[in-house]
């Protein structure tokens, strides 16, 4: 069976997550005992046995879900031929390793920088987030574009499901706007800044010069990545999206589309949660979902 799997970003986390992992498979344990080492702290006591409050935060979050989309992608066993790898924001450097492209080691230190350099984004540029229910494209778009301060679509996660991105008073602005034009709702996320927006450039920046320093291989297979949504081979290609992807939408219907018209029917979700199946069975219902 010719397949493809996608790994999920932020927010998936939930306390407990990997410990069945770890107590079953002898290669669990040393991957979370490699992640320990190379994050110099217990990520698995957090992870295990932590509170949400603490698993939510951004620094924390990132490279817990990193973590467990490649364990599980490690002891996932079918047999067919993997013909692309996606995943959602952060869920792209799941995909990289998974793809050979680069190493667990070099994408977890990547993760981990880009975690904190996003919080400390958050610290310097206030944001927040918001999720549009029911309208099209180019309303949201037009409306973004009607507001004076920082606010872009972020996330096209499916049809009629998009995210916007940018300075509180801008989401507020935006919000009233998208309503009067027809949105079904507009809902207001918890998450600490404003992810995928130019508010990002801080972290992009910084990311950008560890990127560069990063050994990455042709992968062996295509990786359908956020800023672009389309498959990528190419290592310079590769690497520049990478970089833009922290101010960059996040082109997730684009990117399935494009799987489904390259002859990929068939998705495995690798990591924690179920999100992505959704979304994927909104943007198409012919295609098989598995997790």
Not at 38 to 50: A, Y
Not at 63 to 92: D, N
Not at 220 to 234: F, P, R
């Amino acid at each position: 069976m010719k397949y493809a799997q996608v790994f999920p970003g932020q927010g998936s986390q939930f306390v407990g997550m990997g410990k069945d992992l770890f107590d079953q498979y002898e290669e669990a344990k040393k991957i979370f005992s490699q992640a320990n080492k190379i994050l110099d702290f217990k990520i698995t006591e957090i992870m295990f046995e932590g509170n949400q409050k603490e698993l939510t935060e951004t620094n924390i979050a990132q490279p817990a879900i990193f973590i467990h989309s490649i364990i599980k992608s490690r002891l996932f066993k079918k047999k067919g031929r993997l013909l692309g790898v996606a995943g959602h924001s952060l869920g792209e450097f799941s995909a990289l390793v998974v793809s050979n492209s680069i190493s667990f080691q070099d994408g977890l230190k990547l993760v981990r920088i880009r975690a904190n350099e996003m919080k400390k984004a958050c610290e310097m540029n206030p944001g927040t987030m918001a999720a549009v229910i029911g309208l099209g494209n180019e309303v949201v778009e037009n409306c973004c574009m009607k507001i004076k301060e920082i606010v872009v679509p972020a996330n096209y996660n499916c049809p009629g499901q998009i995210v916007v991105s940018g300075e509180k008073n801008a989401i507020n602005n935006v919000s009233k706007h998208l309503i009067e034009n027809g949105a079904r709702k507009v809902i207001s996320l918890n998450v600490g800044g404003a992810f995928h927006s130019p508010l990002m450039l801080p972290a992009k920046k910084v990311l950008e010069k560890y990127i560069q320093k990063i050994q990455f291989k042709k992968p062996s297979c295509l990786i359908y990545q956020n800023s672009v949504g389309k498959g990528v081979s190419s290592i310079e290609e590769i690497r520049k999206n990478l970089v833009d992807q922290l101010i960059s939408p996040v082109l997730w219907t684009q990117s399935i589309d494009q799987m489904i018209n390259d002859g990929i029917k068939n998705f495995v979700e690798v990591g924690p949660g179920r999100v992505l199946q959704g979304l994927i069975k909104k943007i198409n219902q012919g295609v098989n979902l598995e997790f």
